[in-house]
Protein backbone atom coordinates (compact mmCIF):
# COMPACT_ATOMS: atom_id res chain seq x y z
CA UNK A 1 0.00 0.00 0.00
CA UNK A 2 1.21 3.67 -0.97
CA UNK A 3 1.48 6.14 2.00
CA UNK A 4 -1.09 9.07 1.70
CA UNK A 5 1.92 11.31 0.69
CA UNK A 6 2.57 9.39 -2.57
CA UNK A 7 -1.13 9.00 -3.49
CA UNK A 8 -1.03 12.76 -3.34
CA UNK A 9 1.88 13.12 -5.60
CA UNK A 10 1.21 15.63 -9.14
CA UNK A 11 2.98 16.35 -11.73
CA UNK A 12 2.89 19.46 -13.56
CA UNK A 13 4.96 19.18 -16.95
CA UNK A 14 5.60 22.06 -19.29
CA UNK A 15 6.11 20.90 -22.86
CA UNK A 16 7.72 22.12 -26.16
CA UNK A 17 5.82 25.12 -27.97
CA UNK A 18 5.26 22.50 -30.85
CA UNK A 19 2.76 20.09 -29.55
CA UNK A 20 0.42 23.32 -29.90
CA UNK A 21 1.36 23.45 -33.75
CA UNK A 22 1.64 19.80 -34.94
CA UNK A 23 -1.34 17.11 -33.89
CA UNK A 24 0.89 14.53 -34.43
CA UNK A 25 3.74 15.44 -32.33
CA UNK A 26 1.29 16.33 -29.45
CA UNK A 27 -0.13 12.49 -29.88
CA UNK A 28 3.16 11.23 -29.47
CA UNK A 29 4.48 13.66 -26.90
CA UNK A 30 1.23 12.70 -24.88
CA UNK A 31 1.64 8.31 -25.73
CA UNK A 32 5.42 8.54 -24.59
CA UNK A 33 5.14 10.96 -21.92
CA UNK A 34 1.40 10.79 -20.13
CA UNK A 35 -0.07 7.41 -21.04
CA UNK A 36 3.07 5.52 -20.37
CA UNK A 37 3.04 6.62 -16.96
CA UNK A 38 -0.59 6.67 -15.97
CA UNK A 39 -2.72 5.77 -13.95
CA UNK A 40 0.58 5.41 -11.39
CA UNK A 41 1.39 9.17 -12.15
CA UNK A 42 -1.35 11.71 -11.10
CA UNK A 43 -1.16 14.55 -13.99
CA UNK A 44 -2.48 17.75 -12.75
CA UNK A 45 -1.57 20.23 -15.45
CA UNK A 46 -0.11 19.68 -18.75
CA UNK A 47 1.01 23.02 -20.09
CA UNK A 48 2.31 24.30 -23.11
CA UNK A 49 4.20 27.09 -24.15
CA UNK A 50 2.71 29.46 -27.05
CA UNK A 51 1.30 32.61 -25.51
CA UNK A 52 -2.26 33.21 -25.80
CA UNK A 53 -3.82 36.26 -27.52
CA UNK A 54 -7.89 36.32 -27.09
CA UNK A 55 -10.09 37.47 -30.05
CA UNK A 56 -10.99 40.42 -28.00
CA UNK A 57 -7.59 41.27 -27.65
CA UNK A 58 -5.87 40.66 -30.45
CA UNK A 59 -5.99 44.46 -31.88
CA UNK A 60 -3.89 45.19 -29.17
CA UNK A 61 -1.21 42.66 -30.06
CA UNK A 62 -0.79 44.79 -33.28
CA UNK A 63 -0.31 47.42 -31.47
CA UNK A 64 1.59 47.40 -28.10
CA UNK A 65 1.80 51.07 -27.95
CA UNK A 66 -1.82 51.40 -27.05
CA UNK A 67 -0.68 49.26 -23.63
CA UNK A 68 0.21 51.67 -20.70
CA UNK A 69 3.48 50.55 -18.47
CA UNK A 70 1.22 51.06 -15.18
CA UNK A 71 -1.68 48.76 -16.66
CA UNK A 72 0.69 45.89 -17.60
CA UNK A 73 2.97 46.44 -14.27
CA UNK A 74 -0.55 46.31 -11.68
CA UNK A 75 -0.02 50.22 -10.97
CA UNK A 76 -2.52 51.80 -12.29
CA UNK A 77 -4.86 53.15 -9.26
CA UNK A 78 -8.15 52.72 -10.99
CA UNK A 79 -10.11 51.01 -13.64
CA UNK A 80 -8.48 51.44 -17.27
CA UNK A 81 -10.65 49.02 -19.67
CA UNK A 82 -14.37 48.84 -18.75
CA UNK A 83 -16.32 46.33 -20.37
CA UNK A 84 -20.05 45.74 -19.79
CA UNK A 85 -20.11 44.89 -16.56
CA UNK A 86 -16.42 44.37 -15.96
CA UNK A 87 -13.72 46.95 -15.52
CA UNK A 88 -10.09 46.07 -15.45
CA UNK A 89 -6.90 47.66 -13.54
CA UNK A 90 -4.43 45.57 -14.96
CA UNK A 91 -3.47 43.99 -18.13
CA UNK A 92 -3.38 40.41 -16.38
CA UNK A 93 -7.03 40.22 -15.45
CA UNK A 94 -8.30 41.53 -18.70
CA UNK A 95 -6.16 39.25 -20.32
CA UNK A 96 -7.17 35.99 -18.19
CA UNK A 97 -11.15 36.82 -18.50
CA UNK A 98 -10.73 37.33 -22.22
CA UNK A 99 -9.58 33.95 -22.63
CA UNK A 100 -12.73 32.60 -20.67
CA UNK A 101 -14.88 34.32 -22.74
CA UNK A 102 -13.49 32.68 -25.60
CA UNK A 103 -13.50 29.55 -24.07
CA UNK A 104 -17.25 29.99 -23.16
CA UNK A 105 -17.94 30.64 -27.00
CA UNK A 106 -15.97 27.84 -27.73
CA UNK A 107 -18.05 25.83 -25.16
CA UNK A 108 -15.36 25.00 -23.07
CA UNK A 109 -17.12 27.35 -19.66
CA UNK A 110 -16.05 24.16 -17.95
CA UNK A 111 -12.63 24.25 -18.78
CA UNK A 112 -10.16 25.50 -15.98
CA UNK A 113 -7.05 28.57 -16.68
CA UNK A 114 -3.67 27.82 -15.32
CA UNK A 115 -1.35 30.37 -15.98
CA UNK A 116 2.23 29.09 -16.06
CA UNK A 117 4.28 31.35 -16.76
CA UNK A 118 3.78 35.44 -17.06
CA UNK A 119 5.78 38.58 -17.43
CA UNK A 120 8.07 39.35 -21.43
CA UNK A 121 11.53 38.97 -21.63
CA UNK A 122 12.56 42.07 -22.93
CA UNK A 123 11.66 43.75 -19.62
CA UNK A 124 14.26 45.68 -18.25
CA UNK A 125 15.16 44.20 -14.57
CA UNK A 126 13.00 47.46 -12.87
CA UNK A 127 10.12 46.52 -14.58
CA UNK A 128 10.47 42.83 -14.09
CA UNK A 129 10.65 43.06 -10.43
CA UNK A 130 7.33 45.58 -10.61
CA UNK A 131 5.64 43.38 -12.20
CA UNK A 132 6.40 40.02 -10.45
CA UNK A 133 6.57 41.81 -6.91
CA UNK A 134 3.08 42.74 -7.96
CA UNK A 135 1.78 39.77 -9.24
CA UNK A 136 2.64 37.97 -6.31
CA UNK A 137 0.62 41.13 -4.22
CA UNK A 138 -2.43 40.34 -6.65
CA UNK A 139 -2.63 36.92 -5.99
CA UNK A 140 -2.38 37.56 -2.17
CA UNK A 141 -5.33 39.56 -2.10
CA UNK A 142 -7.18 38.12 -4.03
Not at 70 to 85: E, H, K, N, R, S
Amino acid sequence: MRSRHEQERQLVIHNPTSLASDPSVASSWVQNNVAAFWPGVSFRYITVGNEVVPGSLAHYASNLGQISLPYALFTTPGVVIQDGQFGYQNLFDAITDAVYAELDKAGGANVAIVVSESGWPSASTENAQTYNQNLIRHFSFN
